[in-house]
């Protein structure tokens, strides 16, 4: 998923509509913080309501479609 527009911004936290690089559907991220952490690892990882692909075109055992499930770190 990747950001399409902020909806909302208050310091570091957000809300914004994400679209899907593989089926270009949209849903809304309802939270969000600006850190790279949480760009680049959080965002990344969730997952598409409609083809359940995360932003690397896997669809992984547990579904991230809303950026609060456990995010894993590479070591």
Same mark, same amino acid.
């Given at each position: 998923?990747?950001?399409?527009?902020?909806?909302?911004?208050?310091?570091?936290?957000? @809300?914004?509509?994400?679209?899907?690089?593989?089926? @270009?559907?949209?849903?809304e991220l309802k939270t969000g913080y600006h850190d790279g952490f949480y760009h680049?690892?959080?965002?990344?990882?969730?997952?598409?309501?409609?083809?359940?692909?995360?932003? @690397?075109?896997?669809?992984?055992?547990?579904?991230?479609?809303?950026?609060?499930?456990?995010?894993?770190?590479?070591?």
């Amino acid at each position: 998923m990747r950001i399409q527009k902020y909806t909302f911004q208050m310091r570091n936290d957000f @809300s914004a509509v994400m679209e899907c690089e593989h089926c @270009s559907a949209t849903q809304e991220l309802k939270t969000g913080y600006h850190d790279g952490f949480y760009h680049n690892h959080v965002i990344p990882a969730i997952t598409c309501k409609a083809c359940g692909k995360n932003q @690397s075109g896997i669809i992984p055992a547990v579904k991230n479609d809303n950026g609060m499930g456990h995010v894993e770190v590479a070591p």
